[in-house]
Nanobody
Framework: QVQLAESGGGLVQPGGSLRLTCTISGSIFSIVGDMAWYRQAPGKQRELLAIITSGGRTTYTDSVKGRFTISRDNAKKTVYLQMNGLKPEDTAVYYC?????WGQGTQVTVSS
């Protein structure tokens, strides 16, 4: 089982940007496979945002398409989520996921 650690969250004004990082612990083989970013807002279910395959193919949920970009650096065992054009409704705890394992999450707050 891999261990995941998210970072990069914070407070940002509407229209701003943040880049989230998810670092995977374990052997270099622990990076193999699909990776995903989710978020969970207060009182809501956890929502899948984006997936990236080992080969770099990406898919996004409609609410973030065109604003968020998922990417990965296999050599660094790291997955990123670049978030642009942030809106107050993007406020949530953001999690990365791999093979059913979750990190502790990182809080993103979008507010003026």
């Amino acid at each position: 089982q891999v261990q995941l650690a998210e970072s990069g969250g914070g407070l940002v004004q509407p229209g701003g940007s943040l880049r989230l990082t998810c670092t995977i612990s374990g052997s270099i083989f622990s990076i193999v496979g699909d990776m995903a970013w989710y978020r969970q807002a207060p009182g809501k279910q956890r929502e899948l945002l984006a997936i990236i395959t080992s080969g770099g193919r990406t898919t996004y949920t409609d609410s973030v398409k065109g604003r968020f970009t998922i990417s990965r650096d296999n050599a660094k065992k790291t997955v990123y989520l670049q978030m642009n054009g942030l809106k107050p409704e993007d406020t949530a705890v953001y999690y990365c996921n791999k093979d059913g394992s979750w990190g502790q999450g990182t809080q993103v707050t979008v507010s003026s």
